[in-house]
């Protein structure tokens, strides 16, 4: 059996207005006819007669068509609506529909503006609303229950006598209410018709619904497509509440799970890497992107330099320094062009910081080039990582827009778009604040009066108006849940857009090649035949992955099994 349908149904009529309401205007009656069809549907006609107290007035009012109810069980269900009509005086009148959680609310009256005046005139006015409601019949066992539930409008607190003309199909019993105290009078004086009497009460009274029980069979039974419409109609608004944060806690799951993930075979060693990879991303792929990893790429790149002869090395230590800088001349002819252009542009910004240091008898500090990087080789090295990248980040931006949709569909629906547009104000005025303290030299602060105003003026008046409509509006305790989805969403957002990119296909295969050749370096796995070319070729490799003593070893012991003299590259000038 259905609960009382006196707030949620929508057979109820609010009248509201966001002017004073109370003091413009006076509901003096309201006359409904409700007919009822075959199908169960209803076609309604509500008629207020209002009383314009004052010649300056808001212009228009609005009626609330409750659409949500709770059954005897507990679930909510949904009521169908269609406007057809809403009227002045006899003559049709401007609206808008505003989707609220408990249903519908119509504002019937021009707005006003600057130059159009549209004060309802002193005297009687008369409202007319026409729309169409269905569902309004449960089956119970062998019969059917036609729930016409008894309303009145009010307005801002003020009630008024309410006559009801319920048409109805004949057969129906009505089954006696369940109040000791009947909060209406009925009567029947031809069949099938109803005439239901409100008189004026208290406007928060809770009116029996009236059941009128029929054969099984009076009314057509629902399709199984109606049906499930109907089920969609009743989870709507929980389904899209719930979504946002399931596809950004997907998101998020798959994004961890499969950011690193270690594949489950790493035996099989490609030397052809070493050729087509900066040392300094293999640093930083191989360290996670860890800020320590900074100056283990830059160490790896001046390693790289150095095996490419572009200049000589102490060591390969933070005290190094590098002398007989040779890339001058091989930027100036067109085939030494081509060899300093086909090294990774990582190794050559490095180069190029080292060639800016000032010489103490040709020789330079290298951590005074590194000193002055500023963060410029990490920009290198995420360029170069990007290219393998097929572009736009499809999967954040998929999520970010399915969020960010399903939370702008709650808003709307639930009636809390622009309660929902303050919140999001507050927030990033306060993000914005935050910043400004923690981190100033992030924001671009005015540097004339326009700005500056728009800064230290507008920002702090915005501020006052959201913090205005969040506190002052008026929500019903069915909203507050759905307040709590939108900052769930809003949460889930800011997590989404500070998830890293999820490495692509062609970036997971070079870490695997990477990490594979790294167990070639400790000696885990087999690889390539050692010889000084790939000795020379790998060392910046292995320098990065924090192997390189261990690969050096092994070079050495090569060099024992071998028979050959002591490695002594050209390379490296001992000092």
Not at 138 to 151: F, I
Not at 152 to 165: I, Q
Not at 490 to 497: D, K, P, Q, R
């Amino acid at each position: 059996m259905l609960s009382s349908w006196t707030i949620l149904c929508v057979f109820s009529a609010l009248l509201t207005s966001c002017g004073n309401f109370d003091a413009e205007f006076l509901v003096k009656s309201v006359k409904t006819t409700v007919e009822v069809s075959d199908d169960g549907s209803a076609e309604v006609s509500e008629n207020f007669a209002i009383a314009v107290k004052k010649s300056t007035n808001y212009g228009g009012v609005y009626v609330d068509i409750p659409q949500r109810f709770k059954d005897a069980s507990g679930n909510v269900h949904r009521r169908d609506f269609e406007l057809f009509s809403t009227q002045h005086d006899g003559r049709e009148e401007h609206h808008f529909v505003e989707q609220n959680v408990p249903g519908y609310s119509i504002y019937i009256g021009r707005e006003h503006c600057k130059r159009c005046p549209t004060n309802i005139p002193v005297g009687v006015s008369y409202i007319k609303i026409i729309y169409k409601l269905g569902r309004l019949v449960r089956e119970e066992g062998d019969r059917q229950v036609l729930v016409l539930p008894a309303y009145m409008g009010r307005v801002h607190d003020w009630s008024a006598e309410k006559t009801v003309v319920l048409t109805i199909p004949p057969g129906g019993v009505l089954r006696p209410l369940k109040l000791d105290l009947p909060a209406y009078e009925m009567t029947q004086n031809v069949p099938g018709e109803i005439e239901v009497s409100i008189a004026a009460g208290e406007p928060d009274r809770v009116l029996p619904d009236i059941e009128i029980e029929y054969p099984n069979g009076t009314f057509r039974q629902a399709t199984i497509g109606t049906q499930a419409r109907w089920w969609l109609s009743d989870h709507f608004l929980i389904f899209i509440s719930i979504a946002g944060p399931l596809i950004a806690g997907l998101f998020v799951a798959l994004r961890l799970r499969s950011k690193w993930e270690l594949p489950e075979n790493l035996a099989d060693v490609d030397t052809k890497v070493v050729r087509t990879t900066s040392p300094a991303l293999a640093a930083y792929l191989f360290w996670n992107w860890k800020e320590d990893a900074a100056k283990t790429a830059f160490l790896a790149s001046v390693c790289h330099l150095a095996v490419k002869r572009k200049f000589r090395i102490s060591g390969l230590n933070e005290d190094a320094e590098a002398s007989e800088l040779s890339a001058k001349k091989a930027r100036k002819g067109k085939v030494t062009g081509v060899r300093w252009y086909s090294l990774p542009a990582a190794s050559r910004l490095v180069f190029e910081q080292i060639e800016k240091e000032k010489p103490v008898d040709d020789r330079r500090r290298i951590m005074r080039a590194w000193n002055n990087l500023n963060g410029e080789l990490h920009k290198k090295v995420v360029e170069e990582y990007g290219r393998l990248s097929s572009g736009v980040d499809r999967s954040k931006l998929l999520t970010v827009l399915s969020v960010l949709v399903l939370s702008v569909g709650v808003a709307y629906f639930s009636g809390l778009l622009l309660y929902s547009v303050a919140i999001c104000g507050i927030l990033l005025m306060s993000l914005f604040v935050a910043m400004g303290i923690l981190r100033p030299e992030r924001i671009n602060w005015p540097n004339n009066f326009k700005d500056a105003f728009g800064l230290y003026v507008g920002l702090p008046v915005l501020a006052v108006i959201a913090l205005y409509h969040i506190t002052t509006a008026e929500l019903v305790s069915e909203q507050w849940p759905y307040v709590l989805a939108i900052l769930v969403d809003i949460a889930a957002l800011v997590v989404a857009l500070r998830m890293k990119r999820m490495p692509t296909p062609t970036q997971r295969q070079l870490r695997n090649k990477l990490l594979a050749l790294n167990r070639y370096f400790l000696g885990k796995i087999d690889g390539p035949k050692m010889s000084i070319e790939r000795y020379e070729r790998c060392l910046p490799f292995a320098l990065a992955f924090g192997a390189d003593k261990r690969w050096t070893e092994r070079f050495n012991q090569w060099l024992a099994s071998e028979n050959m003299d002591a490695y002594a590259p050209d390379w490296l000038k001992k000092s």
